[in-house]
């Protein structure tokens, strides 16, 4: 009798304890939600005890004492609480959490903080989107991307590229922030394939207007290479190797051969980084004769270094990056002699960054950059029958240019509030050119600028940022402010819209002012009385993103822009020479259009899909007999990423539809005429695989259509007077493979 009061003795506590039943449930979808982990709180804040929901959402707590706080956590939601006074069956709703579906960036910002709280519009390319394509120039990566359009200069080995309708030459291209200098060939533009994509840890684009913190050449937007640093406390690297066919040719001298090795090293507040790349491009024979080229052999070596000391409170790092590129040009043999051309690029970049937190409030950003760039053109003459090699006796043939940059530029960013921050900075770039394809012998042009921005944020709605700009320019009268303003409006949790509008200013450049370039496929002078171009360029996006669950996420960005510029400054006939191409200003060129991208995650698989649609204008159009004021080109593009998490695999589909391209062209007799060029399709398809955890393998097909060459049509049928026959777009299909270590 005793054992058995003993026994009821001991089951009050669990009689007394009151079960709560709780349900969580997504409030978007009304789905439940599994592995979320319920705290029940005591009124002084202390956890009596914690549950995981089931599958089906439910979950049940044991206690004894009221009232108590139930508090929810999940890594896709938002934390809600709720106050329990009686024991029963409870009922929460989660608000998914879509900061989950953001991305850090830094391009513009104060600081560093997620694509979704940005006044500015960021894409981000992820260091595994450029590694599932098997790429070995920054322009495989970028070749499906809307608004984004490449043009080739089979004659120098060059890759133009367009953002937003407008030329590359309106493109900023920084690496961690600092520009690069040496722009290239005819269209004075950087060539971004002379940037090691083996070195990248992402890519962000900011489209629209950033002339008031980048400059000048920064009206259709800015490209900003992020690199890869050291990871924390351990030697870290990779070697790879790639191999790839050029459409169907591959052999020891022919195909592509990339090797790359790279180590890193952090210990405490000390890292260091070296990469060293190797890449051969053998060339394709095309439709060329002989032993000439369609595209010509291209040898590479990409090396960097980087040293720096990381604290809590500052980051001064050093980074050098060497470029060293052989193009050579094979010509046709006329009687026993062949006239053979190499153009050697020698690029130094050095860069001092600082990045130091003065107070909690206060932080400041520096950089000094050095740039020196040389791009030599050597002429051999090569005899049929002894092999014998000369140099080319006619000083003509032969050419040393050379371009020297320095940059110095900071911010000083300071947080009033947290309504208000501001950012004063300074930006001071000289750049001088020398050489004989420069026909004022050495030249240089300083541009000297101060500016601030604010960044304003009234209510948790609303976020604005204005801008000013003062430049003064050595060649030319700026305006005295060059203005912008940013403005983020959060419509709801999930909507969010983004307004600019910015001023712009961009000098010509020496290139355009002094450049000299006689050869067999160019007749090009620059233009020493070139104006000053001005520019007005209007943007606007609309962003939505659900998290419908937690396996299903979708988004979705609608863009439109608006760009005029004045005294655009772009290819024409010299005056009284219609054989010779030179600089000219065009009195007004126009640029608009929108995109719409769209994106859905489902488990394993990754959808993207995108409409563009792009008008140019120019003063021409009123000469010609164009059908409307813009001429219109769209673009379609698609991708697709599903992943076998069992065996640690992935494939990739990436696809674009550029469609016809309407452009003018002077005839014969000096009329304006209007052309097009015709659209293409391009695709890549790859598989990635992990081995033995170090080990990845990615194999794949590149331009799986086929393309090579596209036609320059007359708009009314009849046949093409200027623009040239055809385009070259690419080498054919072709197949590669590598191979990665890393540790």
Known sequence: ?????????????????????????????????????????????????????????????????YPLTLSTSHIGYETANAEIVVPGEYSLELEPNLTQLDEVVVTGQFEPQSASRSVYRV????????????????????????NIRFSQDLALGGSNLSLQG????????????????GRQGTGNEININQINVNTIER?????????????????????????????????????????????????FKQGIHNESVSLGYRKKSFYTRVDVTRNYFGGWQGDAEDRDKEWHPKNQWMASGLAGIKTNRYDVYYRLD?????????????????????????????????????SERMNYTGALSFSDYKREIQTVTVNKNTGDVRLALDPSLQDLTQFKGLTFRGTLSYKMSDAISIQPGYDFNVESGSGGRLTEGISSIGDYAVFVSAEIKPNTWLSFRPGVRMVKN?????????????????????????????????APSIRELYFYFFDASHAIEGNPDLQAELSHSFDASWNAKWLVKQDLKFTTVLTGFYNTVENMIGFGVKPGNANITTY????????????????????????????????????????????????????INGSATYTFTTIGASMSLYYKYTGRTPFLATDVTGLIELNETEGFHWADLSVQKSLYKKFNVSTGVRNLFDVTRINNMAANGGPVHGGGLTRPVGY????????????
């Open 732 to 743: 054919g299909r072709s197949y590669f493979i590598s191979l990665s270590y890393n540790f």
């Open 166 to 181: 407008l030329s590359g030459q309106n493109v900023k291209v920084l690496i961690d922030g600092v520009p690069m200098v």
């Open 474 to 506: 050595t060649a030319y009268d700026a305006p005295p402010f060059i203005p912008s303003i940013n403005a983020k409006i959060q419509l709801t949790e999930k909507h969010d819209l983004r307004v600019s509008y910015g001023r712009g200013f961009r």
């Open 203 to 251: 890519i962000e684009i900011v489209e629209g207007p950033m002339a008031v913190i980048y400059g000048a050449d920064a009206l259709a937007g800015v490209i900003n290479i992020i690199t890869k640093k050291p990871e924390e406390g351990k030697w870290s690297g990779q070697v790879k190797l790639h191999e790839e066919t050029i459409g169907d040719e591959f052999g």
């Open 1 to 65: 009798m005793i054992r058995f009061l003993v026994f009821l003795f001991l089951l009050i506590p669990i009689f007394l304890t009151a079960q709560v039943q709780v349900l969580l449930r997504d409030k978007s979808t009304g789905q439940s939600i599994e592995g979320a982990v319920v705290y029940a709180l005591s009124p002084q804040g202390y956890t009596l005890t914690q549950i995981v929901t089931n599958e089906m959402g439910k979950g049940t707590i044991l206690v004894s004492s």
């Open 322 to 358: 060497y470029l060293y590129e052989n193009i050579y040009n094979p010509g046709l043999f006329s009687g026993i002699e062949a006239l053979d051309q190499n153009y050697f690029t020698n690029r130094f970049m050095h860069q001092l960054q600082a990045n130091y937190a003065v």
């Open 584 to 635: 000219l200003n065009i009195d007004e060129f126009k640029s608009t259009g929108f995109t719409w991208l769209n994106t859905v995650a489902y488990k394993k698989l990754e959808l993207g899909a995108g409409l563009g649609y792009t008008g140019r204008y120019n003063q021409l159009i009123e000469t010609s007999e164009a059908p409307a004021d813009f001429l219109w080109s769209p673009e």
């Open 123 to 146: 894409r981000t390319i992820s260091m595994e989107r450029i590694q599932s394509v098997g790429s070995t120039r920054l322009q495989d990566v970028l070749n499906t991307e809307l």
